[in-house]
């Protein structure tokens, strides 16, 4: 069974700062889909980033970007110039295929930023 | 308009109750899905559906059931609560269209307290 750990219940950046937050998984598949979601206090679930495992380029949005490590089964998020409004829960989730199939989320990370 | 929408939004109820938390969507999508999400767990998928006439388990799904009246709507129900299903509940759709991402919407989210 597929599996996805955040080792980092909380993580603390200081505003215009630079902070990674940690996800690895487990899985057998070779195609599949890996997201990073942020919960805002408003409790929406908001998509940050995605990314393909059969592309080996890393995914990028704005201010946010990842580390694919296929071998390693990592996936880690960058956080460049941190805001206030980043402040969130992250959450890091897999998905085994492109058929708009379940999700396997991580635990979560609790991240904070300081003015 | 909200494209996804969870009615209640927050609900306190008393152990043994019977409840009801219904998900509707408006982005015409064939799959449907209900997460819970604790502290420290993430979120966890308890069942989905592909279709009108398909219903599948997902990972915790003791003592709950759901319902797909129709392709936009999606009810899950606790016959009878107990506090430790005490959780914040999503909603999600997705789409299946081939070479597309098929990523999930969520809903608001209900707030579910068992006393």
């Known amino acids: 069974a597929q599996t996805v750990t955040q080792s980092q219940p909380e993580m603390s950046v200081q505003e215009a700062e630079t902070v990674t937050l940690s996800c690895t998984y487990d899985?057998?598949?070779?195609?599949?889909?890996l997201f990073w979601y942020k919960q805002p206090p408003s409790r929406q679930m908001i998509l940050v980033i995605r990314?393909?495992?059969?592309?080996?380029q890393n995914a990028t949005e704005n201010r946010f970007s990842v580390n694919f490590q296929k071998a390693a089964k990592s996936f880690s998020l960058k956080i460049s110039d941190s805001q206030l409004g980043d402040a969130a829960m992250y959450f890091c989730a897999y998905r085994r295929d492109n058929q708009g199939g379940k999700l396997i989320f991580g635990q979560g990370t609790e991240l904070s930023v300081k003015p | 308009d909200a494209d996804v929408t969870q009615t209640p939004r927050n609900r306190i109820t008393k152990t043994g109750k019977r409840i009801m938390l219904e998900c509707s969507q408006t982005k015409g999508h064939d799959r449907m899905y209900w997460y819970r999400q604790d502290p420290g767990l993430g979120l966890r998928l308890i069942y989905y559906?592909?279709?009108?006439?398909?219903?599948n388990k997902g990972e915790i799904s003791d003592g709950y059931s759901v319902s797909r009246q129709a392709q936009a709507k999606f009810s899950l129900s606790l016959e009878s609560a107990i506090p430790n299903q005490t959780a914040l509940y999503f909603c999600?759709?997705?789409?299946?269209?081939?070479?597309?991402?098929?990523?999930?919407?969520f809903g608001p989210g209900t707030r579910l307290t068992v006393l």
């Open positions: 990314q393909e495992a059969y592309k080996q």
């Open positions: 559906s592909f279709d009108v006439k398909d219903i």
């Open positions: 999600a759709t997705s789409d299946l269209a081939p070479g597309q991402h098929n990523e999930q919407f």
């Open positions: 899985t057998s598949e070779s195609d599949y889909y």
